[in-house]
Nanobody
Framework: QLELVESGGDSVQSGESLTLSCTAP????????IGWFRQAPGKEREGVAC????????YYRDSVKGRFTVSRDDAKHTVYLQMNNLSPEDTGVYFC????????????????????WGQGTQVTVSS
């Protein structure tokens, strides 16, 4: 059973940056597409950014385009979400998800239905 671990969440001010990391101790993430989702209080979980396995295709929700970057370091078996120019609307619990069969990164990000999920890391942005 693949267990995902997120890290890097924090409380920051508007305009600041954070980098989240997703790993799977004891497993190799190279063969999995990875999706970052977030969930704000009282709201549904939404896809933020997704990246395919070997070819590196990416997808971003409109509200984070130009500010967030998803990347993977297969040598370190880690996937990152670099978040710049954060705003209070970015506040939420950020989850890492993995799936070894997707039709497209856009499809993966459309709904929270991946095979495996982490426990999440809290990101709080104050104005």
């Amino acid at each position: 059973q693949l267990e995902l671990v997120e890290s890097g969440g924090d409380s920051v001010q508007s305009g600041e940056s954070l980098t989240l990391s997703c790993t799977a101790p004891g497993f190799i993430l190279d063969y999995y597409a990875i999706g970052w989702f977030r969930q704000a209080p009282g709201k549904e979980r939404e896809g933020v950014a997704c990246i395919s396995s070997h070819d590196g295709f990416t997808y971003y929700r409109d509200s984070v385009k130009g500010r967030f970057t998803v990347s993977r370091d297969d040598a370190k078996h880690t996937v990152y979400l670099q978040m710049n120019n954060l705003s209070p609307e970015d506040t939420g619990v950020y989850f890492c998800s993995a799936d070894n069969y997707i039709t497209s990164v856009q499809d993966m990000c459309s709904l929270p239905r991946a095979q495996f999920w982490g426990q999440g890391t809290q990101v709080t942005v104050s104005s």
